[in-house]
DNA sequence: TTGAAAGCGCTAACAG
DNA sequence: CTGTTAGCGCTTTCAA
């Protein structure tokens, strides 16, 4: 930067106004300088400017809906290594766990984070209106990311999670693919209203008539997100009904109905596919009862929101995209175990 | 780190001496010194530390066999990836491209990286009792790393790719998974010396007694990994055989291989299964000719290297384990677009 | 509109 | 064995 300085016949500060566009530069210093550093490809050495810019720390806010499902207890951990990693230059998280992914509690853990003088804001989207709105009075003042479920029509500065609709055509070619007799496909969903699921269940559908066979789908059953639910609702619909060839799990409640297929015996006879990769999802997957599940990086689901809003804070560097999907990851018994380098822990910068 | 200084009573360059263990301090200031860092959870600013201890800049070797097959341009993307952002810190890249993955070429190469006078080395692994002897006496004065392939044995930084057997595994299950007919099976290496296609051809054997039905594997044909090679090869077959129910590609020549089961007329009716992502390979997935494909992150494959020894220069930080497996990437046409965040490019970090 | 200067937190060279 | 000091490359006052 001394170099370019000395190039122009200027001093440093003048470079650094014309590199961050801050303005007050005479425009034919201005041309001149740019032109300069375009010739001799100067990139500023971030170190430096994490050095710098990062001496006051910035404060993070983020909203977590841990309580309800064990998924988010990965993308918490995602949350944590990033916590580690960032801590280290002055970053300050402040982690909200809810009980409950509804606008109300939305709402209130928002203001609270507001009220702590945050610098940026992490949350999972709620598509309502209203909820737009709120966030778009925020986003005004600081950068916002969403998470999992996106606000797709916000001015939240990106999304980071899968392309759900996408998610469940890979589901139902696999299920396509795999199934050996003619008969229902039971999808289950937890409420009518959460997209990711219902969009998971209109992908399925819309690749059915690929299968070899003849294979129809029943309207969705609901599981509210509890084991115990899921295990009820497959247990009776395994006993009235022979024709079951699939069980599709397109929301929370895998586990519950997985332990119902297992108990009924038809383990390995029905098809059963379902997402995320708790612990118990991978037993099943192990002793046959799930043949497939489909991951979607929940650990970088919780850290690439706090890595790019300090891109962001730290660099003035936006996101690479509005729309950054997390991998469309299969999952079977052999390799279950193996996660990849994808959750950035074990790697890597600075 | 001033306040660490002040609070044991001496100054900051004996605080540096016991965080680096750098040796030279009395061994109760020692203590003391660490007793503080712990209770305070003092950790250092790496980008001051990044600033100082990279104002030299620092030089990297990197291997690649590029020039036989397309799998390296994914991976050579993720090396440039690497020296976009490492080249900010001063870190200088030198590649050279291989003809092929031979020990001859490796020597010479290896070789005239090192009168570069380069700080740290990455080679893809060639196993042999010579090459591992070789690579100890280097790793002796500088970090090395191997990637796609091993030198378990040797004394290498560490490893990042696949792990092929397993992968072998995983395309066994699918295989048994989709199979729709008794028949053979038909395995494609490049070499018989290649230690990651044999392992792969092992693995998959190593499930086979799970299908539902009679599945017998024929010996392995050979395709040097020649895309036209394998196309004679399974051209032939497919004239002379009916009983062909899948071909699996554990090697390079996937594409040769398709196009030659897409001739045939019987792409929709053999259960072809191959290795990485390459662009026709894709195109022959979602046309239905090929019914998985099994990625390997070849980016991070070029990417992580770097990183990782980036990190071990700049910071001292050692990678966290000897081996770092990429993913078993199990691809349909429906995920074949969605790559997942693993790719790190369009992230994130200082 | 521009320059000068202080300093972010750390490391390394040197002096003691 | 330990302290002092200069300075990595950048940003940000403050003064001109």
């Known amino acids: 930067m001394n170099e370019i300085a000395r190039l122009a016949g200027v001093s440093r500060g003048t470079v650094d106004r014309v590199i961050h566009n801050r303005g007050n530069v005479k425009p034919e210093i201005q041309a001149r300088?740019?032109?300069?550093?375009?010739?001799?490809?100067f990139t500023p050495n971030p170190a430096a400017t994490a050095l710098r810019r990062l001496s006051n720390g910035f404060h993070l806010g983020i909203l977590l809906p841990s309580l309800h499902n064990p998924f988010y207890l990965d993308v918490k951990e995602g949350i944590c290594s990033a916590e580690t990693q960032y801590s280290k230059y002055g970053v300050n998280i402040t982690l909200v766990e809810l009980q409950e992914l509804t606008p109300q509690e939305q709402y209130s853990a928002i203001d609270r984070l507001l009220n702590?003088?945050?610098?940026?804001?992490?949350?999972?989207?709620?598509?309502t209106p209203e909820m737009i709105a709120y966030i778009d009075s925020i986003a005004a003042g600081m950068p916002v990311v969403t998470y999992n479920s996106d606000l797709p029509n916000s001015k939240r500065l990106c999304f980071i999670g899968q392309h759900h609709l996408q998610a469940g055509r890979t589901a139902g070619n696999l299920l396509c693919n795999s199934i050996r007799r003619p008969g229902v496909v039971v999808p289950l969903i937890s409420y009518e209203n959460i997209l990711a699921h219902t969009q998971r269940v209109e992908g399925l559908r819309s690749v059915l008539h690929n299968a070899p066979m003849?294979?129809?789908?029943?309207?969705?059953?609901?599981?509210a997100e509890s084991d115990e639910q899921a295990y009820q609702v497959v247990h009776k619909l395994l006993q009235t009904r022979k024709d079951v060839s699939c069980i599709y799990v397109a929301g929370g409640g895998q586990v519950g109905a997985a332990d119902a297929l297992a108990d009924s015996g038809r383990g390995q006879d029905v098809v059963m596919i379902c997402y995320d990769l708790l612990p118990r999802t991978i037993e099943h997957l192990k002793s046959g009862v799930v043949n497939f599940t489909i991951g979607q990086q929940p650990f970088l689901q919780g850290y690439l929101p706090i890595a790019i809003l300090f891109d962001y804070l730290a660099f003035g560097k936006r996101p690479n995209g509005k729309f950054l999907y997390t991998s469309i990851d299969i999952r079977i018994r052999e390799n279950a175990d193996f996660d990849g380098l994808s959750t950035i822990s074990g790697t890597v910068q600075i």
Chains 1, 2 share one sequence.
Do not use: N, R, S
């Not at 300088?33 to 375009?38: A, M, S």
């Open 33 to 41: 300088i740019q032109q300069i550093i375009k010739e001799t490809g």
């Open 116 to 127: 702590q003088d945050i610098d940026g804001l992490i949350v999972p989207g709620i598509d």
């Open 214 to 223: 003849e294979v129809t789908m029943l309207p969705a059953l609901h599981t």
